[in-house]
């Protein structure tokens, strides 16, 4: 056998002999979508050495990708791992899964629509989890904050005192239900997850969700806030809707992704 017979042959054994769904058989757009998004969100200072971003997958909606356990800006095409909604890792072979990947899984579990989940820990945020000031829609780019901004209480879940990390079954499907129908979730002391049906549209509203909470508590020091109505917010969430694209675009040239 020649030889690139014979390395069709080692590959085609070597993929025959995984039998569950994993990252090689992902769509191409969606693996180099989530490399993008984990560049993006870095470059924009969302997250920073931690923090993570995933994908279900569009062919198998029991499964997720995410990357194995590292800093988001280094995260390659080949970093990435497929699990089950249960958070199991299909494909690690020997790999480290990030000790919060729970919150993936059971938010896919729990929320049919969501497509992509953005998980950060950005400063700006972290205020809002800790006091009595609710996070609300300041500006029309956080228009998606109308639909409610739970937060979740590790303690109510998982006792006084854990690490504030969501590392197991029951504490995902705590923070899935604290985040209900909601586009965001602030964890106490903690940070965020965001939702959405696509990868950009998750990215935009971790970014957003920082920059409205920035503002916010910049409002806050001037006097008592203006924000929108709940019909100001239902509006400018469907404008918003087509313009997302617009500023993925931005941010992929921004953090040197290649165009895909
Ligand atoms: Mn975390």
């Keep these: 056998m020649d030889r690139p017979l014979f390395l069709l042959g080692v590959l085609a054994a070597s993929l025959g002999a995984v039998a ?17 998004a984990n560049r993006v969100l870095a470059h924009e200072d969302i997250v920073d050495g931690f923090g993570h971003v995933s994908v279900r997958n569009p062919a198998d909606p029991t499964r997720y990708f995410l990357a194995r356990s590292m800093a988001p800006a280094l995260v390659a095409a080949a970093d990435i791992l497929s699990y089950d909604l249960d958070s199991n890792a299909l494909d690690a072979n020997g790999r480290v899964s990030y000790a919060e990947r729970f919150i993936h899984g059971a938010i896919y579990k729990a929320r049919p629509d969501v497509m ?16 009595d000031v609710r996070l609300q829609p300041i500006f029309h780019m956080a228009a998606f904050l109308g639909a409610g901004v739970p937060v979740f209480e590790i303690r109510d879940a998982g006792g006084p005192a854990t690490d ?7 504490l995902g499907d705590a923070l899935a239900r604290t985040l209900g129908s909601a586009n965001v979730a602030l964890m106490r002391g903690h940070g965020m997850v965001t939702v ?22 910049d409002a806050l020091r001037l006097g008592p806030p203006k924000f929108l109505t ?9 404008t918003q809707a087509g313009l997302v694209s617009r500023a993925w675009e931005l941010w992929k040239r921004s953090a040197s992704v290649a165009r895909s």
Excluded at 164 to 170: D, E, H, Q, R, S
Excluded at 230 to 238: F, G, I, K, V, Y
């Design 164 to 170: 504030l990390l969501v590392k197991n079954l029951a």
């Design 20 to 36: 569950q769904a994993t990252a090689a058989d992902a769509p191409p757009s969606a693996i180099d979508e989530l490399v993008a």
């Design 196 to 217: 959405a049906g696509s990868i950009p549209e998750a990215v935009f509203r971790a970014y957003y969700t920082a920059q409205d909470a920035q503002l916010e508590a």
């Design 230 to 238: 709940a019909d100001e917010a239902r509006s400018a969430t469907q």
């Design 116 to 131: 992509s989940v953005v998980h950060a820990h950005t400063p700006a945020v972290i205020p809002f989890g800790v006091s």
